[in-house]
Structures are given as structure tokens and as C-alpha cells.
């Protein structure tokens, strides 16, 4: 059985980093065309992608937030952090977790598993 | 950055009824990277379509995905109660990005 948790702090202050763990079973992020990645979604609004984590430690940003995101992972953990820095209100979403798996019939990755996701709301 | 726009932004229809959602790219997109998702009030996006026309999983045949280039239409063929629902479109060339999202109400 996969699942994917996200954890992290429910309220953070403008200017502040936000730091954001997923914690996932029944996967490995050791297997090749497995990867990790965040996507965010402010109240009653649409999904954003954020990062993206392969199994071999490539790493893809939002282009428009790569400035302030880092994401990391540790295997033997079983663990994807993602760092966001310079927090602003409007960064206030629920932030979720996903595989990110490729299917051989469409040669292609896709988002298969997803967490319950975290909401994080920006607040002085 | 492809953009992806979908269209309309709410269908309302009624139960039985043929729903017809679009997703247009800013440019052309690889069928097999373009992928459907559903999303229920207070729940996580799910897998619907993948590589623009494969279910994924356990997903009813009544949920169709077509198109290529810069057009794809994600057609629900007789709408179900379950049904209603926010659905996105998701491409990834060398980075994913998702549509503004198509809200099918009960009318």
C-alpha cells in the first residue's frame, strides 16, 4: 500500500521559511522513475507544482519560486523536505505531496499517489 | 512555461448528461504528457486520464480523454452523482504545470 503524509507547521509568519516534510511508504525512492514532488493549492483556487525530486537526485523547480525552494531527500528515511523561503500571505495554501511515477504504456510521469496534504496559512 | 487553459471555468448539468471539458496548451504538447485529474470538495486529486487517453486504475469507462497538439477534451459521457467535481489538466515537458481547473456542478 503507498501513501504519502505531509507534515509541517499549520502558521508561519511573513519573511519566514517554511519547512515542509513528506513521509511515504510502500515505494522507494531508490528505484529508477520514481520521483517526489509538492504542489500547492490556496483556498478554493487551482493546483500549482512547486518541486520535483527523481530517484537520481534531479531536482526541478517552479520557475517561478525556484529562487526560494530547495528540496531534498533522504532514502533511508523514506522522507522528501521541501524548503521555501520568504514566506508572504499569499503563499497560504494547502501544500501537498505526490508520487511522481513513470508508466511505461505512455512513457510518460505522472502524479499517482497523493498525500492528504497540510494547509499552511501566512499570518503576522 | 506551457500555460494550460481550461475551458469553461463551471459546467453545470444534470445528472446523465454529457459533460465536455477542454484544456488548450500555450504550445504543443506531447500526448503522452498530458494528464487528467479529479478533485472532490475537501479531498486529494486524483489520478483520472493519463498519456491524454488511458484511464488510470479503477476509473470508469464513461471518463474519455482525446486530443493532441495544443487541444485536448476530457468527456464524462453520462454524468454520475460522483461525478461533480473539479477536474485539471497537467502537461510536463521539462517541468509539470496544471490548468486553472473546470468545476462540473449539479445544475
Known amino acids: 500500500q503507498i501513501t504519502l503524509k505531509e507534515s509541517g507547521p499549520a502558521l508561519v509568519k511573513p519573511t519566514q521559511t517554511l519547512t515542509l516534510t513528506c513521509t511515504f511508504s510502500?515505494?522507494?525512492?531508490?528505484?529508477?522513475?520514481?520521483?517526489v514532488g509538492w504542489i500547492r493549492q490556496p483556498p478554493g483556487k487551482a493546483l500549482e507544482w512547486l518541486a520535483l525530486?527523481?530517484?537520481?537526485?534531479?531536482?526541478r523547480y517552479s520557475p517561478s519560486l525556484k529562487s526560494r525552494l530547495t528540496i531534498t531527500k533522504d532514502t533511508t528515511k523514506n522522507q522528501v523536505v521541501l524548503t521555501m523561503t520568504n514566506m508572504d500571505l499569499v503563499d497560504t495554501a494547502t501544500y501537498y505531496c505526490a508520487r511522481w511515477t513513470y508508466f511505461s504504456d505512455s512513457g510518460a510521469y505522472h502524479f499517482d499517489y497523493w498525500g492528504q496534504g497540510t494547509l499552511v496559512s501566512v499570518s503576522s | 512555461e506551457i500555460v494550460l487553459t481550461q475551458s469553461p471555468g463551471t459546467l453545470s448539468l444534470s445528472p446523465g448528461e454529457r459533460a465536455t471539458l477542454s484544456c488548450r496548451a500555450s504550445?504543443?504538447?506531447?500526448?503522452?504528457?498530458l494528464t487528467w485529474y479529479q478533485q472532490k470538495p475537501g479531498q486529494t486529486p486524483r489520478l483520472l486520464i493519463y498519456g491524454a487517453s488511458s484511464r488510470a486504475t479503477g476509473i470508469p469507462d464513461r471518463f474519455i480523454g482525446s486530443g493532441s497538439g495544443t487541444e485536448f477534451t476530457l468527456t464524462i459521457s453520462r454524468l454520475e452523482p460522483e461525478d461533480f467535481a473539479v477536474y485539471y489538466c497537467?502537461?510536463?515537458?521539462?517541468?509539470?504545470?496544471f490548468g486553472g481547473g473546470t468545476k462540473v456542478e449539479i445544475k
Open positions: 504550445q504543443s504538447v506531447y500526448s503522452s504528457y
Open positions: 497537467q502537461q510536463y515537458a521539462t517541468s509539470p504545470t
Open positions: 525530486i527523481y530517484w537520481d537526485d534531479d531536482k
Open positions: 510502500g515505494f522507494s525512492l531508490s528505484t529508477t522513475s520514481v520521483g
